[in-house]
T-cell receptor, first 118, second 109 residues
Framework: GAVVSQHPSWVICKSGTSVKIECRSL??????MFWYRQFPKQSLMLMAT?????????EQGVEKDKFLINHASLTLSTLTVTSAHPEDSSFYIC??????????????FGPGTRLTVT | GQNIDQPTEMTATEGAIVQINCTYQ??????LFWYQQHAGEAPTFLSY??LDGLEEKGRFSSFLSRSKGYSYLLLKELQMKDSASYLC??????????WGAGTKLIIKP
């Protein structure tokens, strides 16, 4: 159980375009979903935390108008990278926190989306 | 501030045992996770410790000492597929995971 999917798994886009990444919890309801970014050989960096039905909380230094997060249901969150630039090329990973269990602080990770902006 | 200290890289031999140490400093503490991350993939959960002591799960065991701000991950009967990065991830007072760069473990035949 506790499977998280992401789509697409990789995407190449042109500079200036927007890209949407979906994160779904397949067999559980997620209280909270998290979006991370990871550059090569660096640690995961939390970008934002989103709770279903409310606005996402962005970490310091993350532009909320550039990285749009929509958490429409307990099983789906989307991250849209708007007006993408080459420096946005990275590995984007979502995770979900399980609702209502004793392990409620464990995060289950999606497989990640590799974004390349040309 | 919040800080995690792990070796950057370790090398071990297939079939052997390796211990990856971690010391941490966080604003409050609500437990500690160990995650495994293969290159190019997302992290996968290995263990969670919230009380002092050893938690054993198959070939992997994790130990925690809250008073010392110390944890270790013990991997037994190493296999080539265990080559990965291992991330010591404490949970702070706000229940946020605190990520470091992890330890890259290289397994040699």
């Amino acid at each position: 159980g506790a499977v998280v999917s992401q789509h697409p798994s990789w995407v190449i886009c042109k500079s200036g375009t927007s890209v949407k990444i979906e994160c779904r919890s397949l067999d559980f309801q997620a209280t909270t979903m998290f979006w991370y970014r990871q550059f090569p050989k660096q640690s995961l960096m939390l970008m934002a935390t989103s709770n279903e039905g409310s606005k996402a909380t962005y970490e310091q230094g993350v532009e909320k108008d550039k990285f749009l997060i929509n958490h429409a249901s307990l099983t789906l969150s989307t991250l849209t990278v708007t007006s993408a630039h080459p420096e946005d090329s990275s590995f984007y990973i979502c995770s979900a926190r399980v609702l209502g269990t004793s392990d409620s602080y464990e995060q289950y990770f999606g497989p990640g989306t590799r974004l390349t902006v040309t | 501030g919040q800080n995690i200290d792990q070796p950057t890289e370790m090398t071990a031999t297939e079939g052997a045992i390796v211990q990856i140490n971690c010391t941490y400093q966080t604003s409050g503490f609500n437990g500690l996770f160990w995650y495994q991350q293969h290159a190019g993939e997302a992290p996968t959960f290995l263990s969670y410790n919230v009380l002092d002591g050893l938690e054993e799960k198959g070939r992997f065991s994790s130990f925690l000492s809250r008073s010392k701000g110390y944890s270790y991950l013990l991997l037994k009967e190493l296999q080539m597929k265990d080559s990965a990065s291992y991330l010591c991830v404490p949970l702070d007072s706000n229940y946020q995971l605190i990520w470091g760069a992890g330890t890259k473990l290289i397994i040699k035949p």
